[in-house]
């Protein structure tokens, strides 16, 4: 089955620095890579997605990247603010059938102000 | 917004009792999830559920577990007998295919519940 292994386990960042999360999964088959942002006492909330088909993915401060070939993605948070600090989970799924997601481990972010 | 709710927010149990968990989808979403997550490690799946039916499962997810969409709007997870191990978050989710040609992979998770085994 997919797996999904994700880097750093936790990130701290100057208020304003960018952060970057990557992740690599391991079935080529996985078509949609959604990232999930989980705030403490709360369910993971989605943040920005990306399908095979594209390389790169913007919104706003938020930018996802993928390369296929290598089976590399990243989400990278540029201008970060306190509100930023959570915990950020990568995913892979195959959308055919809306299957699973696959997490990956997540990673702690705290933005120091 | 429309949101997915869960009850209770955190149930205790003592180990061998039977425990049900209750989530409310997204009104007019199709598919649901339930997935839980072990205390500081990662989000797993462990049902999905369609057209009153499983549609996957994991490997977690063995006789001890059961789901049911008892009417149009709950969506149980039930555990029979309760292990230490089963002490988790667990979140349910849901998702809406995408109509008129707009596509939406997008499942919406709970708050979840945290289950707690003693």
């Known amino acids: 089955g997919e797996n999904v292994e994700q880097h750093p386990s936790t990130l701290s960042v100057q208020e304003g620095d960018s952060a970057v999360i990557k992740c690599t999964y391991s079935d080529s088959a996985s078509n949609y890579f959604p990232w999930y942002k989980q705030e403490l006492g709360k369910g993971p909330q989605l943040i920005i997605d990306?399908?095979?088909?594209?390389g790169e993915k913007k919104d706003q401060r938020i930018a996802v990247t993928l390369n296929k070939t290598a089976k590399h993605f990243s989400l990278h948070i540029t201008e970060t603010q306190p509100e930023d600090s959570a915990v950020y989970f990568c995913a892979a799924s195959k959308v055919r059938g809306y299957q699973k997601v696959t997490f990956g481990t997540g990673t702690k972010l705290q933005v120091i102000p | 917004e429309p949101e997915v709710t869960q009850t209770p927010s955190h149930q205790v149990t003592q180990m061998g009792q039977e425990v049900i968990l209750r989530c409310v989808p997204i009104?007019?979403?199709?598919?649901f999830y339930w997935y839980r997550q072990i205390l500081g490690q990662k989000v797993e799946f462990l049902v999905s559920?369609?057209?009153?039916?499983?549609?996957?499962k994991s490997e977690i997810f063995d006789d001890q577990f059961s789901v049911e969409r008892p009417d149009g709007s709950n969506f149980t997870l039930k555990i029979r007998s309760t292990k230490l191990e089963d002490s988790a978050m667990y979140f349910c989710a849901s998702c809406l295919p995408g109509l008129a040609g707009v596509l939406s992979y997008e499942q919406y998770f709970g708050p979840g519940t945290r289950l707690t085994v003693t």
């Open positions: 009104s007019n979403h199709l598919y």
């Open positions: 990306i399908r095979s088909n594209v």
């Open positions: 559920f369609y057209n009153n039916e499983i549609s996957e």
